[in-house]
T-cell receptor, first 111, second 114 residues
Framework: QKEVEQDPGPLSVPEGAIVSLNCTYSNSAFQYFMWYRQYSRKGPELLMYTYSSGNKEDGRFTAQVDKSSKYISLFIRDSQPSDSATYLCAMKDSSASKIIFGSGTRLSIRP | NAGVTQTPKFQVLKTGQSMTLQCAQDMNHEYMSWYRQDPGMGLRLIHYSVGAGITDQGEVPNGYNVSRSTTEDFPLRLLSAAPSQTSVYFC?????????????FGSGTQLSVL
């Protein structure tokens, strides 16, 4: 079983829709949770970072962490065609140095 | 401000050949890592380093070697290339301090092994 599971998609939604992207994990030691966005033929870029349960908001993006369920989500409001990309969740525990990624969800926003 | 620089961008190898993928960062980051990205598999950690002279294995280290003689450079060596190593390789660095794990990625190296 992989430590981090993520539905690969692809996910296609109309412009303006609310998008929900999710990851589950099995390692209860994970303390830091991140979402990266990757455009085609580019390296990933950090989008959201959180280290506690609950919600963190940044503009149209909200990251949600539920440690009791080992479940994290990224919500995108008022989605735009420029949000079309692959979204990768990533996690790290406080004692280890390595960051583990999910498989990524490919998202397409239709104009 | 160059950030993380990877060379080459593209490479074609024959089975059994060796090569080194170069990675350099100019942000004085202690932590550096190599990932490979395959369709449907996301980013898988190959090797990482928490500082000069210190390296450790990630999820998929077999067939790859690394060394970290300076803070800036973290080369990845393929000893005897195999078709299963066809992938896109990303180097990434971060400050590595708790609460400051933001990874900065290079633009990637697309490797094909025939």
């Amino acid at each position: 079983q992989k430590e981090v599971e993520q539905d690969p998609g692809p996910l296609s939604v109309p412009e303006g829709a609310i998008v929900s992207l999710n990851c589950t994990y099995s390692n209860s030691a994970f303390q830091y949770f991140m979402w990266y966005r990757q455009y085609s033929r580019k390296g990933p870029e950090l989008l959201m970072y959180t280290y506690s349960s609950g919600n963190k908001e940044d503009g149209r993006f909200t990251a949600q962490v539920d440690k009791s369920s080992k479940y994290i989500s990224l919500f995108i409001r008022d989605s735009q065609p420029s949000d079309s990309a692959t979204y990768l969740c990533a996690m790290k525990d406080s004692s280890a140095s390595k960051i583990i990624f999910g498989s990524g969800t490919r998202l397409s926003i239709r104009p | 401000n160059a950030g993380v620089t990877q060379t080459p961008k593209f490479q074609v190898l024959k089975t059994g050949q060796s090569m080194t993928l170069q990675c350099a960062q100019d942000m004085n980051h202690e932590y550096m890592s190599w990932y490979r990205q395959d369709p449907g598999m996301g980013l898988r950690l190959i090797h990482y380093s928490v500082g000069a002279g210190i390296t450790d294995q990630g999820e998929v280290p077999n067939g790859y070697n690394v060394s970290r003689s300076t803070t800036e450079d973290f080369p990845l060596r393929l000893l005897s290339a195999a078709p299963s190593q066809t992938s896109v390789y990303f180097c990434a660095s971060s400050e590595g301090r708790p609460g400051n794990e933001k990874l900065f990625f290079g633009s990637g190296t697309q490797l094909s092994v025939l």
